[in-house]
């Protein structure tokens, strides 16, 4: 045999064998890459996405698109060759598996937190669009979970209405750990609390909740704070009554990024003409009850998949708008916006053709 086709038959030979290990040898990363793009303004599955009833609302035009990020799962053992294509692919991004999957958490508790951040910013969304409309909005603190084995545990429940703690009104969520931590371990805290029976009892019944009672709970310490801070092992959160429906239909998504758009689509769903002028806006980013606009992951595949589905404008955060503008698709502008309000003033000058003056992401 030549010397050169022995060569070139080694060779091969070779590549085929570090192909086929590539193959069988598992990496410890996850794979992230553009995930749906779904139109708030639109249907989803063959229902509206945004169902408004008891109060009047306008028909529109043009899309506000919510932006997702597809994601490997928990137990997806991704192998080199996989990495290596992962990394060299323009549109994905492969990432180590504990950035995504910290502490071993399983596919099973990463869906269920995903879900409750969802669930948490559509709230926030009606609470931010109805504030930019003037509309009023009841709400208060609740307890939002409470811990296994934890002091609290029996004492008091999700959905709670937290009215005070050690006699002090609590107005919002982080006065709760406040006046908790207040105590040393070992001490006794009172909360003076709605129960979430009759808080529910009265939201249908359309009246206020009167029946509080007072629970005492001993504190302890937290298990990961060496200042042995005193803990009753509760988180609290916040919960609406709103003076009428506003259901956001979306399955299989979830996390909190959404928020922003939601947002904007119940907005223009409740004022006359388009938000948008009939362009194509998407968008992403986190909004809180008073209508602040906060960061996202992935933001680079975003755009990606915004721009696949026909976008102009994307909506971007603020704090995300150096790293998007690196790597901008053809043809998609980047808007910088920090809250509700500045996206609207946004969408103002789009649906007017005057873009000129937009905030635009840029590098520095």
Request: charged share 20%; net charge negative.
């Amino acid at each position: 045999m030549p010397r050169r086709t022995a060569t070139l038959l080694a060779s091969t030979l070779m590549l085929i064998a570090l192909l086929c290990a590539g193959v069988f040898i598992n990496v410890p990363y996850s794979e992230l890459s553009p995930g749906p793009t779904v139109n708030t303004l639109g249907d989803h599955g063959g229902d509206p996405v945004l169902q408004i009833s008891g109060r009047k609302t306008y028909a529109t035009t043009g899309h506000l698109n919510m932006t997702t990020v597809r994601v490997t799962s928990a137990d997806y053992k991704m192998n080199l060759v996989e990495a290596v294509f992962g990394w060299l692919s323009h549109d994905n991004k492969v990432v180590p598996h504990d950035t995504l999957y910290p502490d071993g958490k399983t596919e099973e508790q990463s869906t269920q937190e995903n879900a409750e951040e969802f669930s948490q910013s559509q709230e926030s969304a009606k609470v931010a669009a109805l504030e930019q409309l003037d509309v009023p909005v009841q709400s208060w603190v609740i307890v939002s979970t409470v811990l296994k084995g934890s002091p609290a545990e029996g004492a008091l429940h999700a959905g709670d209405v937290i009215k005070a703690v050690d006699g002090t009104t609590v107005k919002e969520p982080g006065d709760v750990a406040k006046l908790v931590t207040k105590h040393k371990a070992g001490e006794k805290v009172v909360f003076a609390i709605v129960p979430a029976a009759e808080q529910a009892a009265a939201e249908k019944a359309n009246r206020a909740a009167t029946k509080t009672r007072n629970v005492t709970i001993t504190t302890t310490r937290s298990a990961d704070d060496s200042a042995e801070r005193a803990i009753v092992g509760i988180s609290a959160g916040t919960d609406h009554t709103f003076p009428f429906t506003i259901d956001i239909k979306l399955a299989d998504v979830g996390g909190p990024s959404a928020g922003l758009m939601f947002a904007l689509g119940i907005y223009d769903k409740l004022t006359p003409g388009s938000l948008t002028g009939g362009k194509f806006v998407a968008g992403t980013g986190t909004i809180d009850d008073d209508g602040k606009v906060g960061p996202i992951g992935g933001i680079e595949l975003k755009t990606v998949g915004a721009r696949d589905k026909g976008a102009q404008y994307f909506l971007t955060p603020a704090d995300n708008c150096e790293a998007a503008a690196k790597d901008t698709p053809e043809g998609l502008t980047l808007v910088k916006v920090g809250t509700i309000g500045e996206a609207l003033n946004a969408l103002k000058d789009i649906r007017s053709g005057d873009t000129g003056e937009l905030p635009k992401c840029s590098t520095k």
